[in-house]
DNA sequence: GACCAGGCACATC
DNA sequence: GATGTGCATGGT
């Protein structure tokens, strides 16, 4: 990969500006919606965490003791309601026995081990671990996602037939300086772009802050 | 009505 | 180790 990542991170920064990311008032809440956003509309993610927050449940303990029938109903508009109310139980009850819910105290471990951990739970993979680190622990880890893997290969920054999770990853984390400020916001503007830009079925590359950037035949087809 | 959205676990080869 | 499949709601 010749391109310049940091080059790419200011452009996208002087066009789109902060985002303010991740949208949530508590770093728990941050892990119940990493959580419920797997593979699902942020938008119906919102609606899930505001039926919890209006019955006062963003706590791990009060989650903990509720009925998994209450969960699912409560959960439901963030889809797959039945497997993420088990993820998260999952999550949660691991969060009580860890530090009995005292996420501070969590997130001092060294964050390689933590990784580990929260891998080994269920429902947690390298995305919503990697989501959790950096958003709820503000830990420097690049959270790779769907619209990473697009972007990067529609632009040949990254080879379509090679797009690993964890290598692609550790390029971009060597690629950037390591800081917890510059990855939070270059994962959320490239979400930004990824929704209005460069959607599954059509890129819309002409409107695109990054059209300059695209290979000489524009976008790669993926 | 089809398609899509900020993945993951599990089965099968 | 790679590839395929089920999971579910709500917006466009």
């Not at 009580?96 to 997130?107: A, M, N, P, T, V």
């Amino acid at each position: 990969m010749k391109t310049d990542l940091k080059e790419i991170y200011d452009l996208l920064f002087e066009t789109l500006g902060p985002q303010h990311w991740w949208p949530a008032e508590t770093p728990f809440e941050v892990i119940v919606g990493a959580v419920l956003v797997q593979n699902t509309n942020w938008q119906n993610v919102r609606q899930a965490i505001d039926a919890l927050r209006a019955e006062e449940l963003l706590d791990p303990h009060k989650i903990a003791e509720l009925e998994m029938e209450t969960l699912e109903t409560l959960i439901r508009p963030a889809g797959y309601f039945r497997i993420k109310a088990r993820r998260l139980r999952a999550v949660v009850d691991w969060l009580i026995e860890q530090c009995d819910g005292e996420l501070d105290e969590l997130f001092r471990r060294p964050t390689a081990e933590l990784r580990k951990q929260l891998l080994a739970v269920h429902g947690v993979g390298p995305e919503t671990a990697d989501s959790i680190l950096l958003y709820a622990g503000n830990l420097p880890v690049f959270v790779v996602d769907a619209y990473t893997i697009r972007i990067f290969t529609r632009h040949g920054w990254a080879d379509a037939a090679d797009t690993d999770y964890h290598r692609l990853q550790e390029r971009i984390e060597t690629l950037l300086p390591r800081d917890t400020q510059l990855f939070n916001e270059f994962h959320a503007m490239i979400v930004s772009i990824g929704k209005t830009y460069c959607k599954k079925s059509s890129p819309r590359c002409e409107d695109c802050p990054l059209r300059s950037k695209l290979p000489p035949g524009g976008a790669i087809e993926i």
